[in-house]
């Protein structure tokens, strides 16, 4: 039994009703299974209906609001993928925001709209943008990361096709930032006064979904 205080609502909102319905079904059932196969790393289901449905709340910072992030972290975090995509789960948007850390360093992976599962065609082209994502973090996040390691801890193919992918990703960053810079530029003295201070937004803004208390229904929260 989980607690009134434990307890998280998400509502799916999205202009066409009858996708919200599927998108909420879709991640509601998701979560539903996992627990049933007795995955332990994602929040478990409560109750679901059509446009909501709560579930546990996992306390504790995102991968990105954990730094650094050490080898043997990472090595948790994998094995929790490795274990979801063994189970024929997919997660699909395995962001740093998405991964959870506890405060018993367990890692938790929340946001399941686009888990894809096998038999789903989609299953694979899912599993490798985790194995993308994850090679990403190890890349980048990983403290003092062996590439030596890497060659082992990933499968060949994923070696060989980060080998053309990180040099264009850190080219696409390059653009971004240029990008970034020049709209800064362009804001005139009186645009930036008036821009909200970080305080001032920081509203979620998640699209089509946002999360809020289960108790209370109130102050909703970015996932």
């Given at each position: 039994?989980?607690?009134?205080?434990?307890?998280?609502?998400?509502v799916v909102g999205t202009p066409f009703g009858p996708l919200?319905?599927?998108?909420?079904?879709?991640?509601?059932?998701?979560?539903?299974?996992?627990?049933?196969?007795?995955?332990?790393?994602?929040?478990?289901?409560i109750n679901s209906t059509d446009k909501s449905f709560t579930?546990?709340?996992?306390?504790?910072?995102?991968?990105?609001?954990?730094?650094?992030?050490?080898?043997?972290?990472?090595?948790?975090?994998?094995?929790?993928?490795?274990?979801?995509?063994?189970?024929?789960?997919?997660?699909?948007?395995?962001?740093?925001?998405?991964?959870?850390?506890?405060?018993?360093?367990?890692?938790?992976?929340?946001?399941?709209?686009?888990?894809?599962?096998?038999?789903?065609?989609?299953?694979?082209?899912?599993?490798?943008?985790?194995?993308?994502?994850?090679?990403?973090?190890?890349?980048?996040?990983?403290?003092?990361?062996?590439?030596?390691?890497?060659?082992?801890?990933?499968?060949?193919?994923?070696?060989?096709?980060?080998?053309?992918?990180?040099?264009?990703?850190?080219?696409?960053?390059?653009?971004?930032?240029?990008?970034?810079?020049?709209?800064?530029?362009?804001?005139?003295?009186?645009?930036?006064?008036?821009?909200?201070?970080?305080?001032?937004?920081?509203?979620?803004?998640?699209?089509?979904?946002?999360?809020?208390?289960?108790?209370?229904?109130?102050?909703?929260?970015?996932?």
């Amino acid at each position: 039994m989980i607690d009134d205080d434990k307890e998280v609502l998400k509502v799916v909102g999205t202009p066409f009703g009858p996708l919200t319905r599927v998108w909420c079904r879709h991640e509601a059932e998701c979560l539903s299974r996992l627990t049933e196969l007795g995955f332990l790393h994602a929040p478990e289901l409560i109750n679901s209906t059509d446009k909501s449905f709560t579930m546990e709340m996992i306390e504790g910072p995102s991968l990105r609001g954990h730094q650094p992030v050490d080898e043997e972290l990472f090595l948790r975090v994998q094995g929790v993928v490795r274990q979801l995509h063994s189970l024929g789960f997919a997660h699909g948007n395995l962001r740093a925001n998405n991964i959870l850390i506890t405060e018993n360093g367990e890692p938790f992976l929340i946001d399941f709209e686009t888990c894809c599962v096998r038999p789903n065609p989609l299953f694979f082209l899912a599993r490798f943008s985790d194995h993308v994502r994850l090679y990403s973090l190890w890349q980048s996040r990983v403290a003092k990361s062996d590439q030596g390691r890497a060659r082992t801890t990933f499968p060949k193919h994923l070696t060989a096709v980060m080998f053309f992918l990180t040099p264009l990703n850190r080219i696409v960053g390059v653009f971004k930032s240029i990008k970034r810079k020049w709209k800064r530029s362009r804001k005139t003295p009186l645009e930036r006064l008036d821009a909200p201070s970080v305080s001032q937004s920081a509203a979620p803004v998640l699209g089509h979904a946002f999360v809020t208390p289960a108790k209370t229904g109130l102050n909703p929260s970015r996932l």
